[in-house]
Nanobody, 123 residues
Framework: QLQLVESGGGLVPPGGSLRLSCAASGFTLNTYAIAWFRQAPGKEREGVSCISYSSYSTNYADSVKGRFTISRDTSKKTVYLQMNSLKPDDTAVYYC????????????????WGQGTQVTVSS
């Protein structure tokens, strides 16, 4: 069974850092693009970042450019989202999602989803 499991969320003060992990089971990451989305209360789920299957291509939402970094460790079947200089507006449930090969900005293009991890940025 193909499964994604997120971890690493928590409560952090403004300006702090967190690293989210997305661990895959039941499949390898070699042929899948992995994206991070987030959803704040009362808002639409939005794309944050994505890494292509080869790791050659990465992209970021304008709101997180320069602060977040996506990476993958294929041997560990894990994708990471390093989040620095966190702001209260980054508060949301963060989800990772997988689709074959290339990234897409559209959440409906993703086949597999994790259950989400809560990130709260507050003093």
């Amino acid at each position: 069974q193909l499964q994604l499991v997120e971890s690493g969320g928590g409560l952090v003060p403004p300006g702090g850092s967190l690293r989210l992990s997305c661990a895959a089971s039941g499949f390898t990451l070699n042929t899948y693009a992995i994206a991070w989305f987030r959803q704040a209360p009362g808002k639409e789920r939005e794309g944050v970042s994505c890494i292509s299957y080869s790791s050659y291509s990465t992209n970021y939402a304008d709101s997180v450019k320069g602060r977040f970094t996506i990476s993958r460790d294929t041997s560990k079947k894990t994708v990471y989202l390093q989040m620095n200089s966190l702001k209260p507006d980054d508060t949301a449930v963060y989800y990772c999602a997988a689709r074959a090969y290339s990234c897409s900005p559209h959440r409906n293009d993703y086949e597999y989803w994790g259950q989400g991890t809560q990130v709260t940025v507050s003093s």
